[in-house]
């Protein structure tokens, strides 16, 4: 069944998906950033806001969730993109996979492009112009410099750029990355519009993720608008979300990570220097939100934009990832933002990146699994609609199968595919009874969860089970595993048959593979 919003339209919908990296819960301005975002604020204001989505905590398994609607170890990419002894963490997409471009192109005759941050497998099979995409532009790797494609760690190992089936090099003149991702993908938009069929487009921006790197003329703009600190900052935000209902007023700003300092306690120098490094970061995303403004004009002036719908999400929330202290990491200390510099905005940015939850990317605590979930679809989403169901990127691939009026088959190309795991999201857009996902559940190195309706059970990689009420604590404050045994008990076993079922394998027994 198709999305008969109302009645069959006469030709199935565009799909565009845009993916954020390392983007944090808040960071944008419809979701309480101070960050200039107008282009993601409009989809916002003219479409749906999805305040309870997840993505899978980190780069490789949320994208192999998005792309295939099922959990990252059904999909051979449960860590990242190196083997690690098992089939659940083999580091590339498996044969019982298929994509949403796959599908699309093969069940109902879309042109399928790809531009931007692939990271699902250096394997041929795993590549994009095998995973059905007929334009692709990809970086394999889990980042790069902004202005080039020179490595990045002391290992040897290259940053990877293909266009289409050619690996292609970035030298120092080339232009800013996500300007180039934006660049392949309206080029694309250019190449088929002539053509009658739909199109599904995928845009993996790498920004925010590090090397903190920006425009010259994009970090002047933000020079100095975090000299208040990230104490201001986070509550500044906080206080933006409950006003736009992101929030509930009983869920409480989580305290401000331990190992960040108050911001009053540093010199006038060290104010400085993280005023800068967040004034590079804003000055990334605020990019990324200008060159999504070029795909919409761009969607507008082809005429496609009133039968397209757009998604977009982040793959996972902030980063607390320290670069500098990083011994496989190449150092590089020049001017800051520039091609010559590599760095990150560190933990206490990252806190005010994932307001009001706390840790990070990499965790399954909501600052590491929380996204926004935007989607615009004029004439069929209703403007500044909000929905606080809970909703995962599995979700994506049975959404873009319903809105083309798809079947999930069981089998494609002789591969016996895995039974979805995600369900579709079209009723949450048609205003329609939608309770999502009853339960979610996230695993990675060794930190896990399970979330049934509002009970989450959570533990950090070596640490005991929390419990908490997330409609009256979602910031994970008041642990309850004390005052319900019972309950952990239940939520833990149901976890682990999940575990069971998907393969999930102790890690402290092959974190070190």
Known sequence: MGPAFGQAPKQKPNIVIILADDMGFSDIGCFGSEIS???????????????QFYNAGRCCPSRAALLTGLYPHQAGVGDMIKYKGSPAYQGFLNENSATIAELLKDEAGYNTIVSGKWHVGLQQSALAYNRGFDRSFTMLNNGSS????APLYNDGSKITFMLNDKEVTRNDTSKYLTQAITDFAVKSLDEIKAQQKPFFMYVAYNAPHWPIQALPQDIAKYKGQYLKGWDVLRKQRYEKQLAA???KKQWQLSARDKRAPAWDSLSPEEKDKWDTRMAIYAAMVYRMDACIGEIIT???QLGKDKNTIILFASDNGGSADEVKSLSTVIQKSGVPGSVNSIDSYEIPWANVSNTPFKLFK???HEGGIATPLIAWYPGHIKAGSTND????????????LDLAGVKYPTQFKNRQLTPLAGVSLVDAFKRKPYTGNKTLFWEHEGSRAIRKGKWKLVAESGQPWELYNLNADRSEINNLADKFPALVNQLKDE??????????VDWSKIANL
């Open 245 to 247: 209902d992101i929030i």
């Open 298 to 300: 761009k969607l507008k």
């Open 37 to 51: 975002t107008p282009n993601i604020d409009r989809l916002a204001h003219e479409g749906l806001k999805m305040t």
């Open 146 to 149: 902004y202005f080039n494609s």
């Open 495 to 504: 976890y682990g048959q999940w575990a069971v079922k998907v393969g999930v």
């Open 362 to 364: 990499r965790n399954t």
């Open 389 to 400: 169901s809970p909703g995962h990127l599995i979700d994506l691939m049975p959404t873009c």
